[in-house]
């Protein structure tokens, strides 16, 4: 079945510091990935997308199709930057979005 | 455009009750999400609709619940009758089709629901 496990709950880090917010997906097709971010009191918004391999606010992720993972990293991580981060799974051919349990980041000043 | 819209933003309810959450739309998408979102289980998808038509309703928990889209600009989710532990934050969300290559889905504010 397909399936997608965001394996920490709390991520929490002093700003700064270098962050990767772990996420690894079950899907035999050729999967499409995204990050959504959920500030607070704010809508649930798309982050990136793998298809893009763009980066924005300074985060990156890159499919790894041999571990089958999308990890979402950034070098410097801001106060700004804390946030409920999602990663997803679109199955090939549908809009059918499969959510992982999502990862609270947490930065410090 | 104001994005997805849903009403109310909060609703208390008693155990028993019908509850009805109501979502708008990005004018020009043609799918439309509903998600629950809790602490034990996240984001869960529950139905979507593609040109109004219920696709996929595997997620909506029990008979309790139900789904409709009497049209492309408006959707409505019931819950009758409420229990407490259909006390979450339910989303609506809409994307255009398969067909553009997006597949970005535009999120609404969310309703918070407590069933007491």
């Known amino acids: 079945a397909q399936r997608v496990t965001q394996p920490e709950k709390l991520l929490s880090v002093f700003k700064g510091a270098p962050v990767e917010l772990k996420c690894n997906y079950s899907?035999?097709?050729?999967?499409?990935l995204f990050w959504y971010v959920q500030y607070s009191r704010q809508r649930l918004q798309l982050l990136l997308r793998?298809?893009s391999r763009e980066s924005i606010k300074g985060f990156t992720a890159d499919l790894n199709k041999g571990e089958t993972s999308f990890h979402l990293k950034k070098p410097f991580a801001q106060e700004e930057d804390s946030a409920m981060y999602y990663c997803?799974?679109?199955?090939?051919?549908?809009?059918?979005?499969?959510f992982g349990a999502g990862t609270r980041l947490a930065v410090h000043p | 455009d104001a994005g997805v819209i849903q009403s109310p933003r909060h609703e208390v309810t008693e155990m028993g009750q019908e509850v009805t959450l109501r979502c708008k739309p990005i004018?020009?998408?043609?799918?439309l999400f509903w998600y629950r979102q809790t602490m034990m289980r996240g984001l869960e998808l529950l139905i979507y609709?593609?040109?109004?038509?219920?696709?996929?309703d595997s997620g909506m928990p029990e008979d309790r619940f139900s789904a409709k889209m009497p049209n492309a600009s408006f959707s409505t989710l019931k819950i009758q009758p409420s229990e407490p532990r259909d006390s979450a934050v339910y989303f609506c969300?809409?994307?255009?089709?398969?067909?553009?290559?997006?597949?970005?889905?535009?999120f609404g504010p969310g309703t918070r629901l407590t069933v007491t």
């Open positions: 969300a809409s994307s255009y089709g398969v067909g553009t290559g997006s597949h970005e889905q535009y």
């Open positions: 899907y035999s097709g050729s999967p499409e």
């Open positions: 793998h298809i």
């Open positions: 997803a799974l679109i199955l090939g051919g549908y809009n059918k979005l499969i």
């Open positions: 004018s020009g998408h043609d799918y």
């Open positions: 609709f593609n040109n109004n038509v219920p696709i996929d």
